[in-house]
């Protein structure tokens, strides 16, 4: 057993508590990818503590809205990698659980999509962004777009591109190989978002890692977390092979 530690105050004790905290957190497994790619697994609450110089926000969280992606749709069969799913075969954590913004809300530069789902939580003036998925297309069952909340300044702005279920429009488009996530956003869209910040990005729900695939793509260092092991695994992989390949520029446009 250890020597018990003395404090001057409750303060300087409430610190070093602190600092021991984000200490063990950063020894969480962390995988480093040339010089601009860090991946943490582990609690985004916990890990993004203990970093520093973080300059941007960029996530997709958790919207806490429990849609069950597990549902059976077109066909009986599960998810294939390498092919359109069907459906899949586990939900998305933490969505079973109402989000709460307000941790994330004190970077200076800061995107949050899905927001209009924890509107109530943002509580502080911003602007959106809006994702406009059905591109001129006919209406049908799919949601015309998503929004995110931003604390940049500017006028509201539109990205526009197709994205009907299996009817996606760029590199994710099933002919070549379908989505990785579940909740997966297209690489346009994320480095249209990237493109709008300076500095060191951080995504602390990175699930499969396009926030980091657009940051490597445009030069910018990035920082991810991701809590479930699987899809940590998934943002290891693909952020890797695009280094080896020295994609500094979207495939598609």
């Known amino acids: ?10 303060t300087e004790r ?3 508590h602190r600092q021991r905290h984000r200490s063990a957190a950063l020894r ?5 990818i040339g010089d601009l790619v860090t991946l943490y697994l582990g609690d985004a609450h916990v890990l993004a503590a203990g970093l520093q110089h973080i300059d941007a926000l960029i996530t997709d969280p958790p919207y806490g809205t429990n849609f069950d992606f597990t549902k059976r749709r077109s066909t009986q069969k599960p998810l294939q990698p390498s092919g359109p799913a069907a459906r899949w075969t ?27 789902h924890y509107l109530d939580q ?16 006919t209406p049908d069952d799919h949601a015309d777009g998503e929004l995110a ?3 940049l300044p500017g006028v509201l702005q539109i990205h ?28 346009r869209l994320m480095e249209w978002c990237v493109a709008m910040t300076t500095g060191t990005v951080l995504d602390p729900y ?14 910018r260092p990035f920082v991810g977390i991701e809590l479930d092991p699987h899809y940590f695994q998934v943002a290891c992989d693909r952020l890797a092979a695009a280094a080896r390949q020295g994609q500094l520029f979207p495939m598609s446009r």
């Open 28 to 32: 969480a497994p962390c995988v480093q």
């Open 122 to 137: 943002l509580q502080t003036a911003g602007k959106w962004l809006v994702w406009d998925k059905r591109k001129d297309s």
């Open 206 to 219: 990175m699930g499969s890692g396009t926030t980091g695939l657009a940051c490597l793509r445009l030069g």
């Open 160 to 187: 526009r591109q197709k994205w009907r279920g299996l009817i996606r429009e760029g590199e994710e488009n099933v002919v070549h190989g379908g989505k990785l996530h579940p909740a997966q956003k297209p690489a």
């Open 149 to 151: 909340w931003t604390n």
């Open 14 to 16: 409430q610190r070093a």
């Open 90 to 116: 586990a939900n998305i954590r933490g969505d079973d659980q109402p989000f709460d913004p307000t941790p994330w809300l004190g970077y200076p530069q800061v995107i949050l999509w899905g927001a209009d």
């Open 1 to 10: 057993m250890g020597r018990r530690r003395l404090y001057a105050s409750a």
